[in-house]
């Protein structure tokens, strides 16, 4: 499992951070879409804007934005209240694209708030 997000968000790292993740998940990887890296010139020219949301790819097949919270939650554990709490709430594809606006628009105004650039295109 691939999950790219935007490490200089603090929404988006400590999301990563309190993420426990249980179900057959051999290996992760996390990259933040800031680094330096040839996977994110993939993912870009595929047409995936990591402005727009979150990625997560398991097994070839890529999730992005509303989509990539929902399978995290699907995956989460029940270890503490912030995975149950998650898992409850994003398990439902309907409240996760109803949700997952709010969240990008939070991130915004962070990153305003904070004086972090967007991210550029890699």
């Not at 996760?96 to 606006?101: G, K, W």
Request: glycine share 6%.
């Amino acid at each position: 499992m691939l999950i790219i997000y935007d490490g200089a968000c603090p929404f988006c790292s400590s999301y990563i951070s309190h993420l426990r993740l249980e179900r057959a998940v051999d290996q992760i990887t996390y990259l933040n879409a800031r680094d330096d890296d040839a996977r994110l010139r993939v993912y870009s020219q595929a047409g995936y804007d990591f402005n727009a949301g979150m990625l997560v790819v398991i097994d070839q097949q890529v999730y992005a934005g509303a989509d990539a919270i929902h399978v995290l939650a699907l995956q989460s554990s029940g270890s503490d209240g912030f995975n149950r709490l998650n898992h409850w709430i994003f398990k439902h594809s309907l409240l996760a694209n109803i949700l997952y606006p709010c969240l990008k628009l939070g991130r915004r105004c962070a990153l305003i708030l904070l004086g972090i650039p967007l991210l550029k295109k890699p």
